[in-house]
């Protein structure tokens, strides 16, 4: 089991490559290809904490799960090339990087570097919410299918995700549990407003993304002791301007 473990990042390097060319081999293969890469991260997550004898293993497969599920179901709505490959090539390096922090972080702690697994989640966790955005936007608009449908799917990825950040920030359930549900709450109202204005759905994600990262930062000022009613309006004033720049600047369908 040690020895497989130690193999696990290049692994998903190839599980990664083999979901992406069978997805553009054969797109109705979907379901089967998130289901394998499904089993594939649950694997890997077990396999590589199982020296440690981690009760809660599944908790380190949910960033690379949630970020491959997420992307290749974004494959399906864009028609760009140039942009399908750039992304593929950035989540294969994040796979990589990800499951050998992982590895250290389980097996060799001496080699990992404290905070790796925080900050990596962190920025993937907002890449993750704008493509998980984009594709929702983007099924609707293409696809037609039921509003409040999307909605609930949303609703439980996003609760993955705010799930998983508060894992790799190690966050005290039961003091901080109750600011999951309220950005929970907060970004599906926000969702649901931005459903109603008729931008690109790269745009719309990137704009509910912005929210996110807001809340995001509000929180981990809270739970560090950081949070001021300047650095508040500062990180405010920040969202605002991107948000005006954005929709000035925006082709309106």
């Known amino acids: 089991m040690k020895r497989l473990a130690n193999f696990i990042p290049l ?27 499904i089993i594939f991260c649950l694997l890997g997550a077990k396999i590589i904490s199982a020296k440690a004898k981690e009760p809660h293993w599944w908790n ?3 960033l690379p799960l949630l970020t491959n599920l ?33 590895y250290f972080y389980y097996n060799l702690p001496s080699r990992y570097t404290s905070f790796s697994l925080e900050n990596l989640s962190f920025y993937v966790n907002f890449i993750g919410v704008f493509f998980l955005g984009a594709l929702a936007y983007g099924v609707r608009a293409f696809l037609q299918y039921n509003f409040w449908l999307i909605l609930a799917g949303v609703a ?3 609760g993955l995700i705010l799930y998983q950040g508060m894992w790799a920030t190690k966050v005290e359930w039961h003091r901080f549990g109750w600011y999951l549900l309220a950005h929970l709450v907060i970004l599906l109202e926000f969702f649901g407003v931005l459903a109603l ?38 990180y405010l004033s920040l969202v605002v301007v991107g948000w005006l720049l954005l929709l000035l600047t925006a082709s309106w369908l």
């Open 11 to 37: 692994l998903s390097v190839v599980a990664w490559l083999a979901a992406w060319w069978s997805l553009r081999q054969n797109p109705q293969n979907f379901l089967i290809i998130d289901a394998l890469m």
């Open 60 to 62: 380190a497969a949910l």
């Open 70 to 102: 997420i992307v290749l179901s974004y494959f399906i709505i864009i028609s760009s090339q140039a942009l399908i490959y750039t992304v593929a090539a950035v989540v294969l390096v994040f796979n990589y990087i990800y499951w050998r922090f992982v």
């Open 156 to 158: 439980v990825v996003l």
């Open 197 to 234: 204005l008729p931008l690109n759905h790269n745009l719309l994600g990137f704009l509910w993304a912005a929210v996110y990262y807001l809340l995001l930062i509000l929180f981990n000022d809270l739970i560090s002791h950081r949070f001021s009613r300047r650095r508040l309006w500062f």
